[in-house]
């Protein structure tokens, strides 16, 4: 059952991923938005799952393109890959 209690786990990986993307240039608006929003809390989950999945793409060696404009409306697509095929 999903909770809306955050771990000390989660918590710790989430510092983590923050401290390793801090200087990367793709990864600092989703950064940014984390901090806007308040940080490391109970209600950032989301953010903080993607912060997350950045850090894990970040490590295999993966660049992207965060909150890419899809061209339909105002809809985005979270992580735009910058591999063959995107």
């Known amino acids: 059952m999903w909770s809306d209690r955050l771990t000390r786990r989660e918590v710790k990986r989430t510092e983590n991923a923050i401290a390793d993307l801090s200087n990367v240039d793709w990864a600092k608006p989703l950064l940014s938005r984390l901090m806007k929003a308040g940080g490391i809390k109970s209600e950032n989950m989301p ?30 697509i979270e992580f735009r890959l910058h591999t063959t095929p995107e």
């Open 47 to 76: 953010l903080m799952f993607e912060v997350r999945f950045a850090h894990e793409l970040h490590k295999a060696g993966i660049t992207a393109e965060y909150e890419y404009k899809a061209g339909v409306g105002d809809s985005t």
